[in-house]
């Protein structure tokens, strides 16, 4: 593959790796950049989700909470109401909120008070990663060991081993454009039309520990874990790289961003693959590396880039902000 450097910032640094590739660099006059740090409420820690609703707010979830960011300043919107560990942040299509915990279930946010959602309500484990909301308005959850849970609003659905999935342990959840449903477990990767759960399968082999699935706009399904990261477009699989996938999301433009890990190293980055050569056998790729393992990827409404690290970053296109909290000075 061919990466393109475009700057170099913070604990950051963009770079070329071209062992028996061809290079392309740009002239350093073009390399233009500006850094600007923000100490501010942000946790320090690796930030898990990054999304934004539809008034603009950025929010982001971490171990000690869950923040708001309105465009000045970050606060933690649930510190007196819990002190769980947050993985996972969603916006349902009425406008209220979803925060899923490691150990306290699901909260309801409507934007003045909270409901908790714990097994006692129905819900598969009190140990929730992932949510999504389906074409008909359902809310999935992906638990860490019990299994999937879909609710419709008055129960829970509980989908586990039993139903045909061999990995209580769900990672991700995509409904696609045929609505079928796409499963990542620590397991196998399933497929679900709604009767049975099929293993993906290639080349005679499951798709792994998969950590994060996406559909593009053209329809293609992405699959991103321990066995890189895969394209398929509904007949041909394409590997793009064999570095552990944690996070995968397509920009505006159809760029495919990802978070990753180098080889079998501590060292972590955030990549970019272009959108015009993603159907080269090289396709051009801009790699971020990272000391700290990223988390959530996000492109803002005004199309600055935000991921999370060590604390959070927003990049515009001209400046890199790092908001980050005081103990990390």
Request: proline content about 2%; overall charge neutral.
């Amino acid at each position: 593959m061919k990466h393109v450097p475009v700057y170099a910032l913070l604990m950051f640094v963009f770079y070329i790796s071209g062992k028996g590739q061809n290079k392309t660099e740009l002239p350093k006059d073009d390399i233009k950049f500006q850094t600007k740090e923000v100490i501010t409420s942000i946790p320090s820690g690796m930030n898990r989700a990054i999304k934004q609703d539809r008034n603009g707010n950025i929010w982001i979830t971490a171990y000690d909470g869950v923040y708001r960011y309105d465009g000045k300043s970050f606060t933690n919107v649930i510190s007196e109401v819990s002190s769980a560990r947050f993985f996972s942040v969603l916006e349902d299509k009425k406008g209220n909120f979803w925060f899923s915990s490691i150990s306290a279930g699901v909260y309801y946010y409507d934007g003045k008070s909270f409901q908790n959602f714990t097994t006692h309500q129905g819900l598969a484990s009190d140990r929730v990663t992932y949510s999504y909301e389906d074409k008909e308005g359902n809310i999935w959850f992906g638990t860490d060991g019990g299994g999937a849970s879909r609710y419709d609003g008055r129960t829970f659905r509980n989908f586990t081993s039993d139903d045909g999935m061999t990995n209580n342990e769900i990672t991700t959840i995509i409904e696609d454009k045929t609505g079928k449903f796409w499963f990542g477990t620590r397991g196998n990767t399933f497929v679900y039309d709604g009767k049975k759960f099929n293993s993906l399968i290639h080349d005679a082999k499951t798709f792994t520990n998969v950590r994060s699935i996406i559909e593009d706009r053209k329809g293609n399904i992405w699959l991103g874990g321990s066995d890189g990261l895969w394209r398929y477009d509904g007949s041909t699989f394409v590997n793009f790289t064999r570095d552990f996938v944690f996070y995968i999301y397509e920009d505006k433009k159809g760029n495919i961003w990802t978070s990753s890990q180098e080889g079998h190293n501590n060292t972590w980055a955030v990549s970019r693959y272009e959108e015009n050569s993603l159907s080269n056998k090289r396709p051009t790729v801009t790699v971020i590396k990272s000391s700290r393992i990223p988390g959530g990827i996000l492109e803002a409404d005004d199309g600055s880039i935000w991921f999370g690290a060590e604390g959070v970053y927003r990049y515009d296109g001209n400046t890199m902000t790092h908001f980050k909290n005081k103990k990390d000075q």
